[in-house]
C-alpha cells in the first residue's frame, strides 16, 4: 500500500521546483534561527562585551524577526516580488554569516543580527503563503514538510559550530592567576542557559567572572564562513526558480508563469480568479473586507491566539527547560540537563517528519485537538512526577513530538476556512512571532519572582488557555460555514406562486457546504 495516492504525487511532481525551492528556503531559516544559542559566548569574547550586553542580540533577532514577518505581507503582490524577496532575503542570510566575524563590537553584532531577523521574517510568512496557495486543500502534508527543514537546519547548524566553540575562557585577562580548571564546565552551563533564542539572561548565568578585555582567542569565524558557504546554494536554488519561470529580465522572451493559460495547471494563482496576480493581499484591503461576517475576524483572531500560546510555549520550554533542571528539586549537572534542549528540538523535528503522512491520513481539525491535549496531558504529568529526571527526558521528547504539528496544522486549517484567500498566514505567522518572544519574557519574569516550578505552571496554564480557544474556533467555524453557505446559495425558485419549504432549501444548502468542501464546486 503506497503511502501517498497519486494526486498528491501528481500535484508534486508538477510542482516540484517551487515546492523544493520553499523547502530549501526553510531550511535557511532554520540555519539562521539556531547558531545564536552555542555561539554567544564566543561571539562575545569577539566582541569584548559582557554577558548582559552580548545577551541584546537575541532581543534584536526576534524583535526584527517579527518585524518582518509583519512586512513580509507586503511582499508577495506577484509570483515575481515573492520569489525575488526570498532570493535576497536567502542571500542577506548568507552575507550576515560572513561578516558576523567582522564584527567587533556588541551593537555591530546587534545590527546584523536584526538585518538577518527581518529577512527570516520576510521568509517566514512569504514560503508559507506560496505553499497554501500552490496547493491549497493538500498544503497540510506540504507544510508538514516545510515545517520539517526548519528543524533540519536547526540541528545542522550546532553541529557546524560545535568544533569550533571555546573550551577555555576565550579572553584571557593579561594579569590574571585564577585558575581556569572548571570554566569548560562554567562556559557549558552559561550555553545551556542561553539556548533558548530570545530567552535573555537567567538567573544564575551572570555569576561566573568573565573578562572582557585581554587577549581573544576564538575559531568561531570559520563556523559562519562554514554556514555562509553550506546556505549560498539556497539563493541559487530561488535564482534558478526565477529563471524557470521567466521572471529575469534575461528570459522575458517566453511567457512569465502567471500570464500563462489557467487550464495548463501550473500557475499558483491560477484557481484565485481573473486579477489574482495583481494582489494575493487583496483581501485585506478595507473595501474586499466590506460585509465580511463577524466570524470572518473572530476566526483570524482565534487562529492567531492559539499559535501565539503554542510557539510561546515551544520558546519557553526550549529556553527555561535547562534553567527548571539544574534547580532544586531535581538539581541535574550541567552535562546532563545540557541535552534537554537538544532532544526538545529533536523531538519537533521528528514529529512533523512523522505528520507529513498523518497529514494525509487524518484531517487538520483531529490532528490538532490530538495534539493540543497531548500537549496538556504531558504537562500535567510533568507537573505530578516533577521530582524525576527521568520523566523529565521522557516528557520533554513526547511534548516536542506533541506540540510539532500545531503551527502547520493550523496554517491549513485556518486557510481552508477562509478558501485560502492570505490573509491568514501573515496574520497567524506575525502572531506566532509575537508569542514566541513576549511569552519567553513572561515566563521568565514570572521564573524569576516565584521559582523554576512555576515554569511548568505557566507552561500548563497557557496549553489550557490554547485547548479552549480551539474548541471555539471549531465553533465558530461551523457557524462562519453555515452563515457562508446560506448566503451564497441562490434561491431555488423565484416564482412566488411555488415556495420552497424551509427544511428542503436547508437540506439544498448543507449539500452544496457538503461539495464545497469536497471541491466538487
Not at 104 to 111: K, N
Not at 361 to 385: D, K, N, W
Not at 426 to 454: D, K, N, P, R, W
Not at 497 to 510: E, I
Request: with cysteine; glycine share 8%.
Amino acid at each position: 500500500m503506497p503511502l501517498f495516492d497519486g494526486r498528491i504525487w501528481t500535484l508534486f511532481v508538477r510542482h516540484w521546483r517551487q515546492t523544493l525551492t520553499y523547502w530549501s528556503v526553510f531550511f535557511s531559516f532554520g540555519l539562521c534561527i539556531a547558531f545564536l544559542g552555542p555561539t554567544i559566548l564566543d561571539l562575545r569574547c569577539q566582541t569584548q562585551s559582557t554577558l548582559q550586553q552580548i545577551t541584546w542580540v537575541f532581543f534584536s533577532q526576534q524583535f526584527f524577526l517579527l518585524v518582518g514577518s509583519s512586512v513580509g505581507g507586503l511582499c508577495k503582490r506577484t509570483l515575481a516580488s515573492s520569489l525575488y524577496s526570498l532570493f535576497s532575503c536567502t542571500l542577506i542570510i548568507s552575507l550576515v554569516f560572513a561578516i558576523i566575524p567582522l564584527c567587533y563590537h556588541v551593537a555591530l553584532l546587534s545590527i546584523a543580527m536584526a538585518i538577518a531577523g527581518k529577512a527570516m521574517g520576510v521568509i517566514d510568512t512569504i514560503a508559507n503563503l506560496q505553499l497554501v496557495k500552490l496547493y491549497q486543500k493538500d498544503s497540510a502534508v506540504f507544510l508538514q514538510a516545510l515545517h520539517f527543514f526548519i528543524g533540519l537546519g536547526a540541528l545542522v547548524s550546532p553541529l557546524v559550530a560545535d568544533p569550533f566553540l571555546a573550551e577555555d575562557n576565550c579572553v584571557l585577562a593579561s594579569n590574571s592567576t585564577n585558575s581556569t580548571t572548571n570554566s569548560s564546565v562554567d562556559l557549558d552551563h552559561i550555553r545551556s542557559s542561553l539556548a533558548g533564542h530570545g530567552a535573555g539572561l537567567q538567573p544564575g548565568a551572570s555569576q561566573y567572572p568573565l573578562h572582557t578585555e585581554g587577549v581573544v582567542i576564538t575559531k568561531v569565524s570559520y563556523a559562519f564562513w562554514i554556514m555562509a558557504l553550506i546556505n549560498l546554494p539556497v539563493p541559487a536554488a530561488v535564482l534558478a526558480l526565477l529563471y524557470h519561470e521567466r521572471l529575469l529580465p534575461c528570459s522575458r522572451t517566453s511567457p512569465r508563469l502567471l500570464d500563462r493559460d489557467p487550464a495548463s495547471g501550473s500557475s499558483p494563482a491560477a484557481d484565485c480568479g481573473p486579477g489574482s496576480h495583481v494582489s494575493l493581499f487583496r483581501c485585506c484591503n478595507p473595501e474586499k473586507l466590506r460585509g465580511r461576517p463577524p466570524s470572518f475576524f473572530i476566526i483570524h483572531a482565534l487562529g492567531g491566539a492559539i499559535l501565539f500560546i503554542t510557539d510561546g510555549i515551544i520558546g519557553s520550554y526550549a529556553g527555561f527547560v535547562y534553567t527548571y533542571a539544574v534547580s532544586p528539586p531535581l538539581l541535574m549537572s550541567h552535562k546532563s540537563a545540557g541535552y534537554l534542549d537538544s532532544i526538545f528540538w529533536a523531538s519537533i523535528t521528528a514529529g512533523r517528519l512523522a505528520f507529513i503522512y498523518l497529514s494525509y491520513r487524518y484531517s487538520a481539525p483531529r490532528l490538532l485537538t490530538v495534539s493540543l491535549v497531548g500537549v496538556i496531558v504531558v504537562q500535567c504529568f510533568l507537573m505530578i512526577f516533577y521530582h524525576s529526571c527521568v520523566f523529565l527526558f521522557i516528557g520533554t521528547c513526547v511534548l516536542g513530538l506533541c506540540i510539532s504539528s500545531v503551527f502547520p496544522s493550523m496554517l491549513a486549517f485556518t486557510e481552508d476556512i477562509l478558501n485560502y484567500k492570505g490573509c491568514a498566514t501573515t496574520v497567524l505567522v506575525t502572531s506566532a512571532s509575537t508569542g514566541e518572544m513576549i511569552l519567553q519574557l513572561l515566563v521568565g519574569s514570572v521564573i524569576h519572582s516565584q521559582g523554576s516550578y512555576a515554569f511548568l505552571l505557566c507552561c500548563t496554564i497557557a496549553s489550557f488557555i490554547g485547548l479552549c480557544l480551539f474548541l471555539l474556533l471549531l465553533y465558530v467555524q461551523y457557524l462562519h460555514r453555515k452563515s457562508t453557505v446560506l448566503v451564497s446559495s441562490p434561491p431555488l425558485s423565484g416564482n412566488k406562486s411555488h415556495p420552497v419549504s424551509r427544511p428542503r432549501l436547508m437540506r439544498v444548502n448543507k449539500a452544496l457546504g457538503r461539495c464545497r468542501d469536497l471541491g466538487v464546486i
